[in-house]
């Protein structure tokens, strides 16, 4: 529910309790996984397929000297649901400014599709991270 402008939610036990949400960087002091993932995108040409080449994310860097940030990025062709792995970023490596991360595209997996989607993963304690854009580099290939 929203009460004065903030999201609460209650807890999954018999407690009774409630809860704010979007503070924190933990479940009461356990890890947790945060993910994103993206729309399928298409780029305007749903009906041709494009060669993949890389990926720019431009991502909030660590808050604090003290955390250990590492994003996993993935990505998904044709609207399935098999993974290919893009890499990992530390977050940590710029605290100063806006990071932007550059993943390529293994040629070893799979590069070419009409549709592509991406994921973003970090897992345990203190592992909040922040996506603000991104540029994906491709070619339209040709018409068969």
Same mark, same amino acid.
């Given at each position: 529910? @929203?009460? !004065? $402008? /903030? ?10 309790? =409630?809860?704010?949400?979007? #503070? ?5 002091? #356990?890890?947790?996984?945060? $993910? @994103?993932?993206? /729309? ?7 009906? &041709?397929?494009?060669?993949?080449? $890389? ?8 808050? +604090?000297?003290?955390?250990? @940030? ?18 990992? #970023?530390?977050?940590? %490596? ?5 990071? =932007?991360? /550059? ?5 070893? +997996?799979?590069?070419?599709? $009409?549709? @592509? !989607?991406? %994921?973003?993963?970090? +897992?345990?304690? +203190? !592992? ?6 991104? &540029? ?6 040709? &018409?068969?």
């Amino acid at each position: 529910g @929203i009460y !004065q $402008r /903030k999201l609460y939610c209650g807890d999954s036990t018999a407690t009774g309790f =409630v809860y704010l949400q979007d #503070v924190g960087t933990d479940d009461s002091g #356990v890890g947790f996984t945060s $993910r @994103i993932k993206t /729309k399928a995108f298409n780029m305007g040409m749903p009906e &041709r397929k494009k060669k993949f080449s $890389r990926l720019y994310l431009d991502l909030d860097p660590e808050a +604090n000297d003290s955390d250990s @940030i590492s994003l996993t990025a993935r990505y998904y062709l044709e609207r399935s649901t098999t993974s290919y792995s893009l890499s990992t #970023v530390d977050l940590g %490596e710029d605290p100063g400014s806006l990071l =932007v991360a /550059k993943f390529p595209f293994a040629l070893s +997996n799979p590069t070419s599709g $009409r549709y @592509i !989607q991406f %994921e973003l993963e970090a +897992n345990g304690l +203190n !592992q909040p991270f922040k996506l603000f854009g991104g &540029r994906l580099h491709f070619r339209p290939l040709r &018409r068969d």
